[in-house]
């Protein structure tokens, strides 16, 4: 029995259908990514996770039992839209949240130092909620998704609006939640974000599922088909090589998508043959979002709105 | 573990009586209330405050009334300001053969404050005729109403023989004072009144209750509908539904802003009590030894009458409280923005808004059918039921009923309203139908 399993869950809006025959489970203690452009269905499906929204058919269950409203003091979630009590201070609108979820006041305010400590933001501690930057409310959010120890977090989009070093200081914290017994399910829809953080990935574009499986073996399905090259003077022979299925050409420095994961001999050849100066020739992993494109490809679709 | 509904309920109530609105109100509201009632009195006092001459042209046909008028107005409060005569008044011949429509320009231009017009046959059954820009000024017009009515009158006497002297004699008003009988409530010694003064006190008390109770009602439910905005608005409700459930949420907020309430009328109860318990000791810090026999008679009716109008008061309060405040709260859960929200708000501003201006009328009339009807509408009940209370206390058993009738109607209220509220504070984008409305409502 997983930990969480969805069904054949459907979801309409009206005439407009946002989630459609959606099937996963998430093991305990894993990391698992809802990956998938804008408008995907992925803040659907953690809505309905979260019994926030019905679906209209199939089965939400919860370490095999469907009231997931009987597990939510054990369940952190973090919503898409953020925001706060503006006019509270970041103590007292932490420790609301942290009350709710069941902590006694003693007990969350020590955590609440704690988290704060961890993310540098000790000193704003009796400040305003409005008088923080997005960032930082956005740290305090997260603090109170995750203060009552959830077994169970939700994270609609964590990464959106955060600058590198941030985004770098949340990458870890899942990463230790998720290394404390935590699992964890995010969505992104910058898929490059989530590169390695994931055991296991749900590609998801309007609203079905393209690809779920482990990110290893999704990895592995979809072969190295790229070269990565490093040159010196020009790539201009090369360019209408038959091997060759596109190119991102940066001067001294390019990525090219090969036809067929084995042609990467022949181009090698043809690139000495034809006298390019190479100073490094690396076959690599697709990324993800070539993985998504390419899957929507195969089903016949066109990729409008993936970053 | 912490109980949830009370967590929300202390949020509620520190952050609102924490907030400087809370202070501010505390002592503000009290002063404003003593500000509103001295203005008022104030300017019934003092009247017309305009200081510049006003020429009052007079046709007077018969010749005779002129001069007698000039006489008394010379020495009449109304035409005069700070002591100084302010009218001027004009004789206009008849015999000069103008005509009227040459004043009534000459109103319109300002050159003439109003022109009044005597007929000969005044004395017998003829009309006097006021003309000005404005009619509303009825102190003028009753004013020189009674200047006429006495020089005709007068001159009536007169020829029938009576002198000046044995005119007012005879004509002397009678002293009228109207007395309130108070209900015996099987009190031995039989029903007691209450003198006009006692009755003053009781109904002036009552009326500044149901003010303060309208008041509250409308601020305090507007501030629950942007509070339940400001949660949709920033999501944080999908943060706290997804740990109690939405009733819980409603029903904490509702219960933590009423306190907040209760809270600052608490406050002045005890402040009103302590002042009034030692009021001669605090009058003496002013140097004043002795109240006038008139304000210890109000001193003293209010300490008798409040603590039971205090009473239903606290009743009412709360009952109208919970019944308003729930539906701005489904409004707030339904709308997207303030501005939506304010504006589907209005109809809802109705509901006790119609009942509070119905008052001034219906407390006149606090024993009619319309009223008792009127008062037992259960939206209506929270005004015109306690004005009913404060004015002509009706029979327990029918306050008890209808009690009884409004709780049914606010549970029934707040069943429906928290079944809306729970879908709507989720719902983005469009305002939903009312055919929505009543879908959620069954769901």
Known sequence: MSFLQLENVHKKFGDFTAVSDISFAIEKGSMYGLLGPNGAGKTTTLRMIMDIIAPDAGSITFSGNRHVRDFLDQIGYLPEERGLYRKMKVRDVILFIAELKGLYRQQALGEIERWLEKMQLSEWIDKRVDELSKGMAQKIQFITTVIHKPELIILDEPFSGLDPINMTLLKDLMLELRDEGSTIIFSTHVMEQVEKLCDRICLIHQGKVLIEDELRAVKRAFGKNSVEIEYVGSLEPIRNSDWIQGLNDFGQYAEVKLKSPESYRSLLQELVEKGVDVTRFELVEPTLHEIFVQSVEAQGGTVQDAE | ?443
Request: charge should be positive.
């Open chain 2, 1 to 443: 573990m912490p109980n949830k509904i009370v967590t929300v309920i202390k949020r509620e109530y520190m952050t609102r009586v924490r907030s400087k609105g809370f202070i501010v109100s505390l002592f503000l509201m009290p002063v404003l209330m003593c500000a509103l009632v001295l203005l008022s009195s104030f300017l019934a006092y003092v009247g017309d405050t305009t200081e510049e001459m006003r020429k009052l042209a007079v046709i007077d046909e018969t010749r005779e009334i002129f001069t007698q008028m000039q006489a008394a107005i010379a020495g009449h409060p109304t035409f005069q300001h700070k002591g100084e005569l302010i009218y001027e008044l004009v004789e206009e011949s008849a015999a000069t053969e103008v005509p009227e429509i040459t004043f009534r320009e000459r109103v319109n231009t300002k050159d003439l404050y109003a022109y009044l017009a005597i007929p000969k046959d005044v004395f017998a059954n003829g009309e006097v005729r006021f003309y000005a820009r404005t009619t509303t000024n009825f102190d003028v017009q009753r004013a020189l109403r009674r200047i006429i009515s006495d020089i005709v009158r007068d001159k009536r006497f007169a020829e029938s023989g009576y002198s000046q002297h044995e005119v007012s004699q005879l004509m002397r008003s009678v002293k009228f004072s109207a007395y309130a009988i108070k209900s015996s409530k099987g009190k031995a010694g039989g029903a007691e009144v209450e003198s006009p003064i006692e009755t003053g006190a009781r109904i002036g008390l009552g009326y500044i209750l149901v003010f303060v109770l309208y008041m509250f009602v409308i601020i305090y439910a507007n501030s629950i509908m942007r509070s339940v905005l400001e949660e949709k608005t920033t999501r944080i409700v999908e943060v706290i539904v997804s740990s109690i459930k939405p009733y819980q949420l409603l029903l904490g907020k509702l219960v933590g802003v009423c306190s907040v309430c209760l809270t600052m009328f608490a406050i002045w109860v005890l402040f009103g009590v302590l002042l009034i318990m030692n009021i001669s000791p605090l009058l003496r810090i002013f140097g004043i030894e002795s109240l006038p026999v008139q304000m210890l008679q109000i001193i003293v009716t209010v300490k008798v009458s409040s603590t039971e109008v205090l009473i239903y008061f606290f009743i009412y309060f709360i009952i109208g409280f919970f019944m308003y405040s729930t539906l701005y709260a489904v409004v707030g859960a339904i709308c997207g923005s303030e501005e939506e929200a304010q504006q589907t708000g209005a109809p809802l501003t109705m509901l006790i808004v119609v009942p509070f201006i119905l008052m001034f009328q219906l407390f006149r009339i606090p024993d009619s059918t319309l009223s008792v009807l009127l008062s037992h509408v259960p939206f209506f009940s929270p005004i015109l039921m306690f004005m009913r209370i404060n004015v002509l206390m009706p029979p327990l058993w029918e306050i008890l009923l209808n009690i009884l009738v409004v709780c049914t109607t606010v549970l029934l209220v707040m069943l429906i309203s928290g079944k809306i509220y729970r879908v709507g504070i989720l719902m983005y984008g469009k305002r939903p139908t009312l055919r929505q409305l009543w879908q959620w409502a069954r769901y």
